[in-house]
């Protein structure tokens, strides 16, 4: 087995027919968590120098697909677990990179936390401030949505710092750091979401990334662009399993006679899903392969294809239930997820309405 | 990337020219070596990683922690200086 199939395995083990009820329980265990981060799954792309699988952008996204088609939460987990290693790879100083990523790769769960009540799609307006005070920093602020931070040990936050930005590594055992879980989300229940408040929270200088002030557009661009991959990989596995699921019901589901699937108007349903998945996954593919030739077209084609996969796991969602009709109508079930889950990758790491300007722009700069 | 240094023959002006060469095809706009990509507003953070990322590539350089900073992308000297310094140091290391 190459190292993906090893982890996909270890995943699907993880996982078996429990998904449904970590939706309903809206948590997943955290020795499945933790277990998972020990063997690398959570953040596959890490270079084995640091611990980690060092699969390549490619693997560990259809690694990030696998998880997809399972449990959407656990995806998400993985994308801010991802998130947070790829932020620590880049932005950290070299004994930042040592010590941090080998603890995200032995079972510690880490989580970013990016949006605020005033800063959502408008990044640039982040307000949590990250001040110096001798040795330490001391840091306020409050984030809201940060995925998987109900389990996380560390967080990635993102605020304003000196005379620009700064990713600073928050412990949640920290004083001064309340996480909230966010009651009843709609979708990805399980995946932790909650809002975090920081209220002077002091920790030593050595947690801020890089040490130093950077761009904050810069900043999170480079952090988003790990998890806007992610995402769109995770829709992928969202489309494969509501086709799995479709396809298999519309066999062997009889009405008027014959088999669901032998009704035109639901054949159609499938042919679109299957475009659904095969137009995602080329997406999926042609972004990993700019990220992993470093690539310039990769930010927008990052962009590109978390739209496009976002987009067609919630036609093809809905179209799922569309087609399980009763079947595919209670809560826990893999179409009932996939619709309130889909849902949810329209919205974060660049909302539709942010993924389409970014793309409108790429449109102009072909007649300038 | 195995050999970097057979082909790292890097000069501060074949640096500097690439570099405006890649930003005039992008952007559609001439940039002298020392005036700020930034300060227009018509550059965006996408395509400052777009550059951190074409930088990387085209001069088989690793750019991260400190040295991640805008400063460093600011201008084309200022990306230049970055390119041959990380250069050095990688033959060195």
């Known amino acids: ?368 | 990337m195995s050999n970097p240094t057979a082909d790292r023959q890097l000069t501060a002006e074949g640096v500097a020219a690439e570099l405006q060469k890649f930003l005039r095809e992008r952007t559609k706009t001439d940039w002298e070596p020392d005036t700020d990509l930034f300060a227009s507003g018509s550059v965006s953070s996408m395509f400052a990683m777009e550059l951190v990322v074409h930088v990387e590539q085209t001069f088989k350089v690793a750019i991260a922690g400190p040295d991640l900073k805008i400063d460093n992308f600011r201008t084309v000297n200022a990306m230049t200086a970055l390119v041959l310094r990380l250069a050095r140091a990688d033959d060195t290391a």
């Open chain 1, 1 to 368: 087995m190459t190292p993906r199939e090893e982890l996909a395995a270890l995943l699907s083990e993880e996982v078996g027919d429990r998904a449904g009820g970590w939706d309903l329980a809206g948590a997943i265990p955290l020795e499945t968590l933790r277990r998972l981060g020990t063997e690398g799954v959570l953040c596959a792309e890490v270079p084995a120098e640091f611990g980690g699988r060092g699969l390549s952008g490619l693997d560990n996204g259809e690694l990030t697909a696998h998880a997809g088609t399972l449990c959407s939460s656990l995806r998400s987990v993985m994308t801010s677990q991802g998130m947070a290693a790829w932020t620590i790879q880049r932005f950290g100083t070299r004994e930042q990179r040592a010590k941090e990523l080998a603890a995200l790769t032995r079972g510690d769960l880490a989580a970013v936390a990016f949006s605020e009540p005033q800063a959502g799609s408008d990044l640039s307006a982040i307000a949590t401030t990250v001040v110096d005070d001798g040795d330490s920093v001391v840091l306020n602020g409050h984030k809201v949505w940060s995925t998987a931070s109900a389990y996380a040990d560390v967080l990635v936050v993102f605020g304003r710092y000196q005379d620009g930005a700064a990713a600073v590594l928050v412990p949640t055992r920290a004083p001064g750091v309340t996480v909230r879980p966010v009651p009843q989300p709609l979708g990805c229940r399980a995946a932790g979401h909650a809002d975090v408040l920081l209220d002077d929270v002091r920790l030593p200088a050595t947690r801020v990334l890089s040490g130093a002030s950077v761009s904050l557009g810069l900043l999170t661009t480079i952090a988003l662009t790990y998890g806007r991959l992610s995402v769109a990989w995770g829709c992928v596995g969202i489309i494969r399993a509501c086709l799995t699921a479709a396809a298999t019901h519309a066999r062997a589901r009889e009405q008027f006679g014959k088999p669901l699937a032998e009704h035109q108007l639901v054949a159609r349903h499938l042919a679109e899903m299957y475009v659904a998945e095969q137009t995602a996954t080329r997406l999926c593919e042609h972004a990993s392969g700019c990220w992993d030739s470093r690539s310039a077209e990769l930010s927008g084609a990052s962009v590109l294809a978390k739209h496009a996969a976002a987009g067609h796991a919630a036609h093809a969602a809905s179209a799922a239930v569309q087609i399980l009709a009763s079947a595919g109508s209670v809560d826990g079930g893999t179409v009932a997820r996939a619709y309130r889950d889909a849902k949810l990758m329209q919205i974060i790491e660049g909302s539709e309405e942010i993924c389409q300007l970014i793309l409108a722009e790429r449109a102009l700069e072909r007649v300038t």
